[in-house]
């Protein structure tokens, strides 16, 4: 039986509402304990008004690094100086209609020089700023919580490394 090819649009709408969808999130973080966030514009597919870290859907044929790579690349400009896994979670969420998702978020600490970062989807972001991770901006993306407690002691420490 032959498989139909579907296009990279049509997979988009069906990861993680049709199928569990992996997710790579990055953290990028800076020499002073700072992490880059935006905040999302209503032209995101959700989370609108909300801050979060760079995020991307992985695509089939690449490596997690790869999809952490070309995501920090086409939202923020940047190169990775280094990339540390953190770990994982489950998401579980609401798209705005109500209809229910699922997501396996792939979590990574990213090294950044901040002279270097830059918003390259300016229809995506309405802000975007860095933090210390005890003076964050509100409103948080939904899951960020979840992040900081399973991961957060975790990126706390890759940052002091640096």
């Known amino acids: 039986m032959a ?23 990055f953290f990028c973080y800076d020499n002073k304990g700072q992490v880059f966030l935006a905040k999302r514009s209503k032209n995101a ?15 089939h044929g690449e490596t997690l690094e790869e999809t952490v790579r070309r ?3 086409e939202e923020f400009g940047a190169e990775p100086l280094d990339i540390e896994f953190l770990g994982y979670f489950d998401v579980f969420r609401k798209l705005p209609d109500g209809t229910p ?9 990213v090294r950044v020089d901040p002279a270097n970062v830059r918003i390259s989807e300016p229809d995506m972001f309405d802000d975007f700023g860095w933090y210390s ?8 993306h939904s899951q960020f919580d979840i992040f900081l ?7 706390k ?6």
């Open 3 to 25: 498989l139909a090819k579907l296009s990279p649009e049509e997979i988009r709408k069906h990861k993680g509402v049709s199928f569990t969808g992996i997710s790579a999130i």
């Open 45 to 59: 597919r959700d989370e609108h008004g909300r801050w979060a870290p760079g995020a991307g859907g992985h695509k």
């Open 71 to 73: 995501e920090l690349k």
């Open 101 to 109: 998702t699922g997501w396996l978020a792939m979590c990574f600490a």
């Open 133 to 140: 991770l005890d003076k964050l901006p509100n409103p948080l």
């Open 149 to 155: 407690s399973l991961h957060g002691e975790k990126l």
């Open 157 to 162: 420490a890759v940052m002091a490394s640096a």
